[in-house]
Nanobody, 119 residues
Framework: QVQLVESGGGLVQAGGSLRLSCAAS????????MGWFRQAPGKEREFVAS????????YYADSVKGRFTISRDNAKNTVYLQMNSLKPEDTAVYYC????????????WGQGTQVTVSS
């Protein structure tokens, strides 16, 4: 069983920055693909970014490319999402997720952290 706990959400003005953290349990964290997703009110959950086990390869949604950066520290079992140049449309609950097997589906999810960007 893997537990994921997000932190770092909050209220920020447009153009500001936030850094989300996700602490994971489990001795095999370094082997997991980690991802960030978000869900805005009335919308479906959407992919934001992901990072492979080594941190050398990352993927981003077009809507956040150039503004968000995903990274990980395997020694701390933690994945981060640095969010810069935030826009009101980035307002959502942000979820951390872990993929531990070959399936394209993510296996474990955190409880989410609210990010609100005011205009």
């Amino acid at each position: 069983q893997v537990q994921l706990v997000e932190s770092g959400g909050g209220l920020v003005q447009a153009g500001g920055s936030l850094r989300l953290s996700c602490a994971a349990s489990g001795r095999s964290f370094a082997t997991y693909v980690m991802g960030w997703f978000r869900q805005a009110p009335g919308k479906e959950r959407e992919f934001v970014a992901s990072i492979i086990w080594s941190g050398r390869t990352t993927y981003y949604a077009d809507s956040v490319k150039g503004r968000f950066t995903i990274s990980r520290d395997n020694a701390k079992n933690t994945v981060y999402l640095q969010m810069n140049s935030l826009k009101p449309e980035d307002t959502a609950v942000y979820y951390c997720a872990a993929k531990i097997g070959p399936s394209p589906e993510y296996d474990y999810w955190g409880q989410g952290t609210q990010v609100t960007v005011s205009s």
